[in-house]
């Protein structure tokens, strides 16, 4: 079956530029996370949503960065005016519910780079 | 706050050793649950065990074991008799029991079989 899909999986930017990364969870997972992972790290949350809504941001950085997910599928991870210390793996994970006994499925991530 | 650390950044083995890889994780939690994922070299990250907080018995999988002891805080994970494929970069994870179901991850270890 189809797994969590990310797009696109490599986006190189200059600084400065606004840009979008998708997350396509698997079908009928409830719950989608978005993680950040900098180069020889682990991956490091930044916020949650059940259904439509986001339930947790507290790892988002900075007001430059936004999340949403409006009908409860597909999540949009938008950085504004990105800065070079924004590169990095973005990962995103779902799970059938926000529930510890439930894994993360975790999509194949978008590498960013922002020159 | 949870943390979870991995001691060891890089482990080379030659094919065919056992192989341990460490795990020491914090958290005030008492309800909690354990991960491990691979990385293998192509990115992707790939879910091996979930453990939760009340069940200390070890696990084995085929060549993988995992030996979770809560009076050290430790959920080790061995591989016997290592094969080249095992080359990857293992990731612990610990997820608390509260609403937020965040995963935190330690550093990662690098492991590379030789043949």
């Known amino acids: 079956g189809a797994g969590v899909s990310q797009s696109p999986r490599y986006k190189v930017t200059k600084r400065g530029q606004d840009v979008a990364l998708r997350c396509d969870p698997i079908?009928?997972?409830?719950?989608l996370y978005w993680y950040r992972q900098a180069l020889g790290q682990g991956p490091e949350f930044l916020t949650y949503?059940?259904?439509?809504?986001?339930?947790?941001k507290s790892g988002l950085p900075n007001d430059r960065f936004s999340a949403e997910r409006p009908e409860g599928s597909i999540s949009t991870l938008t950085i504004q005016r990105t800065e070079q210390r924004d590169s990095a793996m973005y990962r995103c994970?779902?799970?059938?519910?926000?529930?510890?006994?439930?894994?993360?499925?975790f999509g194949p991530g978008t590498r960013l780079t922002v020159l | 706050a949870q943390k979870v650390t991995q001691a060891q950044t890089e482990i080379s083995v030659v094919e065919k050793e056992d192989v341990t890889l460490d795990c020491v994780y914090e958290?005030?939690?008492?309800?909690?649950?354990l991960f491990w994922y691979k990385q293998p070299p192509s990115g992707e990250l790939v879910f091996l065990i979930r453990?939760?907080?009340?069940?200390?018995q070890n696990e084995i999988s085929g060549r993988y074991s995992w030996n979770f002891q809560k009076s050290t805080s430790s959920f080790n994970f061995t591989i016997t008799a290592s094969q080249v494929v095992d080359s990857a970069v293992y990731f612990c994870?610990?997820?608390?029991?509260?609403?937020?179901?965040?995963?935190?991850f330690g550093k990662g270890t690098l492991l590379t079989v030789n043949p």
């Open positions: 994970a779902s799970s059938p519910s926000g529930h510890s006994y439930n894994e993360q499925f």
């Open positions: 079908s009928g997972h409830v719950s």
């Open positions: 949503f059940n259904y439509e809504a986001q339930q947790d």
């Open positions: 958290t005030r939690d008492t309800t909690y649950y």
């Open positions: 453990r939760n907080s009340f069940d200390e």
């Open positions: 994870a610990e997820e608390g029991g509260g609403s937020n179901y965040k995963l935190t």
